[in-house]
């Protein structure tokens, strides 16, 4: 049996989807923080079958939600205080998206001009349908 010690202070991502653990600790840019993380892969779920969880200890304000929604907005935030959870977030699909997708389109002015931010814009809800603000290319989640 594995055991991961309790966090005092921090968040849990859970309910991630089998082995997404590591795009999402990259995408997060976890890497870059002075804070402990766990990770713990294929961990056995009776709702999902098979789930990766991943524990942070350091503030929450640290992690931007909107693109921890992008990759899998069925994801659980759980908010520890004192050891114990005091909070959960329930993650939606934000309505824009920001230097997390990459248009893809050559004659976008993205393309042309470097500095400016990468803008994707939620279409379509049901199909996770993303268009890039400037040039309207379509991105499928």
């Known amino acids: 049996m594995l055991n991961v010690g309790s966090l005092k ?4 991502l859970d309910h991630i ?3 997404k653990a590591m795009q999402i600790y ?6 870059k923080l002075d ?3 766990a990770i713990i892969k ?9 789930k990766d ?3 942070i200890e350091c503030s929450l304000d640290v992690i931007n939600l909107d693109i921890l929604g992008f990759i899998d ?3 659980t935030v759980n908010i520890i205080h004192n050891g114990a959870i005091v909070e959960k977030k329930k993650l939606t699909l934000p309505k824009i998206v920001y230097n997390v997708l990459v248009c893809k389109n050559p004659r976008c002015i993205t393309s042309i001009e470097q500095e400016l931010k990468q803008v994707f814009i939620l279409t379509d809800e049901e199909k996770q349908i993303y268009r890039c603000k400037y040039c ?3 991105y499928g989640v």
């Not at 990259?26 to 890497?31: A, K, V």
């Not at 294929?42 to 098979?50: L, T």
Request: one cysteine or more; aromatic letters at 6%.
């Open 9 to 12: 202070e921090g968040f849990v």
């Open 136 to 138: 309207e290319e379509k």
């Open 17 to 19: 989807q089998a082995g």
């Open 53 to 55: 969880i991943i524990k």
């Open 73 to 75: 907005h069925n994801i």
């Open 42 to 50: 294929n961990a056995k779920s009776s709702k999902m079958g098979r």
């Open 35 to 37: 804070c402990q993380v």
């Open 26 to 31: 990259t995408y997060l840019g976890l890497d």
